[in-house]
């Protein structure tokens, strides 16, 4: 691992640690960042917004998942057919 954090962070996969906790509902997260995500549920913030038709979103994967409706992007096929 390139920074000692990341190797910590890591290593919690392994023990189970989950230091970070939503003040909201409890749940526990072994990073601050996912913890941080997840708070937008409690929150309602949407700080990714498409530019095509505005519509927000609280996580950027959501985000580049939808803006595949205006470009018409298909990245998975069917092995089978094709389709």
């Given at each position: 691992?390139?920074?000692?954090?990341?190797?910590?962070?890591?290593?919690?996969?392994?023990?189970?640690?989950?230091?970070?906790?939503?003040?909201?509902?409890?749940?526990?997260?072994?990073?601050?960042t996912n913890m941080?995500?997840?708070?937008?549920?409690?929150?309602?913030?949407?700080?990714?917004?498409?530019?095509?038709?505005?519509?927000?979103?609280?996580?950027?994967?959501?985000?580049?998942?939808?803006?595949?409706?205006?470009t018409g992007e298909?990245p998975f096929a069917?092995?089978?057919?094709?389709?």
């Amino acid at each position: 691992f390139r920074w000692k954090g990341s190797l910590i962070t890591h290593q919690r996969i392994h023990t189970g640690k989950r230091p970070y906790t939503c003040k909201d509902c409890g749940k526990n997260f072994r990073d601050k960042t996912n913890m941080i995500r997840h708070k937008r549920i409690h929150t309602r913030e949407r700080p990714f917004s498409c530019a095509d038709c505005g519509k927000s979103f609280s996580d950027k994967t959501c985000l580049i998942r939808h803006k595949r409706i205006h470009t018409g992007e298909r990245p998975f096929a069917c092995t089978k057919c094709g389709k």
